[in-house]
């Protein structure tokens, strides 16, 4: 899926931002998704954010032996 | 004819959904076209001057309970890359307006607005047609895959 339309950044890539640990800012600086209209960024945060919480919500190491 | 205040919102809020799926559909019509996918593009084309059909509708019931019609509001429109992803979105926008839709019917059932009640009742069906739609062509890619479904939607009847 598209997100930011401005400059055609789709949820794919942005995944991979997050995965990346990547901020809203650094996002903007590299595939520059919300840097432009601003109409996406409730959804480029919403991505972003879920991958935080995908991370923080797993075991950590010692916890899972 | 004087509407009730929230009313008036819950149409504008309808309205914002109609503006959305216009925007949604066409683009996706486009993108079909472009793929060469004929069938596909005609059923999202046709989808989006529905939409743009129920809009009018719409606006004509706030223009008629004395209220201003918000169209500069829109929510994301959300372009899928293939037309699986599309018809995904599709389903998703649909669902959408049936709930909003029928929380619409209650509403005006409440406020004895009966006028906004029928509009919205009459939309329900449409909506929920087209849901129906989404959810069926997402169940035949299932059965026969996305290469014979796409094969089906190359040309246009």
């Known amino acids: ?65 | 004819m004087k509407g009730k205040k929230e009313i008036i919102e819950a149409l504008n809020q309808l309205l914002t959904a109609e503006l959305t799926a216009i925007n949604q559909y066409y683009v996706h019509y486009k993108m079909c076209e472009n793929w060469g996918y004929k069938r596909m593009a005609h059923h999202f084309r046709e989808l989006s001057m529905g939409e743009m059909k129920d809009a009018d509708e719409v606006i004509e019931r706030i223009l008629f309970l004395e209220g201003v019609p918000n169209m500069q509001r829109m929510n994301p429109v959300k372009v899928g890359e293939t037309v699986a992803e599309q018809l995904q979105l599709a389903r998703e926008l649909e669902s959408g307006q049936v709930k909003m839709l029928n929380d619409l019917v209650a509403l005006a059932r409440d406020a004895g607005d009966n006028g906004t009640r029928h509009l919205a009742e009459h939309g329900l069906l449409d909506e929920e047609r087209h849901l129906d739609w989404a959810e069926s062509q997402l169940g035949i890619i299932e059965d026969v895959g996305i290469k014979n479904y796409l094969a089906e939607m190359i040309a246009h009847e």
């Not at chain 1, 650094?26 to 995908?54: M, W, Y």
């Not at chain 1, 991370?55 to 916890?63: A, G, I, N, V």
Request: aromatic fraction near 0%; charge should be positive; include cysteine.
């Open chain 1, 1 to 65: 899926m598209i997100i930011c339309h401005c400059h055609g950044v789709s949820d794919r890539e942005l995944r991979a931002a997050a995965r990346r640990g990547e901020s809203c800012a650094d996002v903007a600086r590299g595939c520059r998704a919300g840097s432009a209209c601003h109409g996406c960024l409730p959804a480029v945060r919403e991505i972003l954010r879920e991958n935080v919480v995908r991370e923080l919500s797993r075991p950590k190491l010692e916890e899972r032996q």
